[in-house]
């Protein structure tokens, strides 16, 4: 028998290990240059003589020793771990210049405002979001037709509507916005998606009995008789009368529940074997089927039967409660993203004002900028029909660390969680087990690697706000939405090391 061997597991953090990178930087006191070995006075690391300094400058190294005995030079080890500022990307407020994704989205609004015929001038706040409103319910069919797998065909106007930067980027907000979703900051490179903080997220488990009451289950239009239903309830008792027995279980002997039906057959055959009783040998006594055999079958079929339509009434009922939550979820989201189009116009607008305004031109009063002939600076996809196809568009996906507290709302950076990219990024530095394609450092977006990995790709900023009653007091509508962040960042320590370059002894913990 061959004996198992366990899997290897690199160093662990003890009780000796500190519990974060500063507390460890700190204990790095230089020791005296005798107190080190004739033969190791040299730093292991870069092999500089503890002691000595180059011609001119002031770089001597002194020697340090960690918990676990090693001995490096000062200068070197603090160089080596030195806390890294934290990785940022900066956010991009939406642009309206010719080309920029500002100018495509508010170019196709104004286009659309002029299509129904409304007088711009004579817009109000209330009309524009219901103007956009309708928008959105002739785009919706067309992202609800775009596939998981793209490339795909396409359903409906959207398309046409907001072109395939734009539609891409709906179907992204729609896929990853919660329930309900939440207000949206539309930027020129990212997309600002928060959940509202006072409803949860209702959950839809396993439909059970228990869990939409009996009464909602339908049963047989005929019952059979004796049954007498639950209080308030048209589901049977679970233990049936002596006359359900009957109806169920024929060969049981009538007289032992009381039965009304026809007795005659029964009657006529107990008085023959009166007449000529007839000596069972003992295997009929065995095989013969008593009464309680057959009602215990009986019963075991209509518990089964009643479980079965159970479970396809509760199917039924969860299915009609997540179509009505998938149905108010759409509504909420086309109200949400219409509030944030209407502020797409009315800055697009306003810049087309101030343009028309410096350039000593008479202010523009109704614009057709969606025409491609009018205004060649403002790319805009070509219509494709039902049978077109339609790629996604590019997107970055992070989510915001923890949640977000009334009392930060006001912040300008938002925290996220460490991003991977979906390829392996390969840089000047990476040493040859991170240049592996399976290998997880690969993977990392760091400061180095952040503009790579969000090259020609919207980000999609995922942040939810405390919902913690006792923490934070949030109104009950987010009527002021949270401030839009100008960056996002996190800790650049991944690569960083945290162990001894000879022994591998994890010095201090990277989240500490």
Known sequence: MQSSKNAYRGPQADAATFTTQQKFLDSLAPIPVESVDADSRRCSYCWKQYGESNPGCDDAEAPVKFQCEHVFGEKCMRALFAIKEPARVDLIPLSFSPGSKGADLGSRLSA???????????????DRKKHFAHLLQEVMPTVKSIPDSPPGPLHGRGLELLGKDWLGLVYEMFTQSGFPPGPFHLLENAIVIDD??????????AASLSAYGASQIPMPSALPPGYTPWLGSNW??????????????????????????????YKLKVQQEKQSPAVPNWQDIVSTKSGLDSLVEKNKELLKEQKQLAEQAAKGGAEQKYAASEENRVKTFMKELAGSFAKVYEAYEQYQYDEAVAAGLPPPVKLGLADPNINPSVPHASVQGSNGHFARSPVFLLTGKGV???RFAGAKGVEVIQPYSD????????????????SDAAYIVDAERAPAAFAGKTILLKRKPCQLEDCCTWSNSLSEPLRTPEYVFWPDNKKAPDNCPLCRRVLFKKNG
């Open 112 to 126: 659309y405002i002029d299509s129904q015929g409304v007088e711009k001038s004579e817009l109000t706040s209330s």
């Open 196 to 205: 509202e903080p006072w409803i949860k997220q209702p959950l839809y488990p």
């Open 236 to 265: 049977p008792t679970p233990m049936p009368s002596a006359a359900a027995l009957a109806y169920y279980a024929p060969n049981t002997l009538a007289t032992s529940y009381g039965s009304t039906w026809d007795q005659e057959p």
């Open 404 to 406: 977000v507290h009334e």
């Open 423 to 438: 390829e392996p990024i390969a840089t000047e530095d990476m040493d040859d087990d991170d240049s592996d394609s399976d």
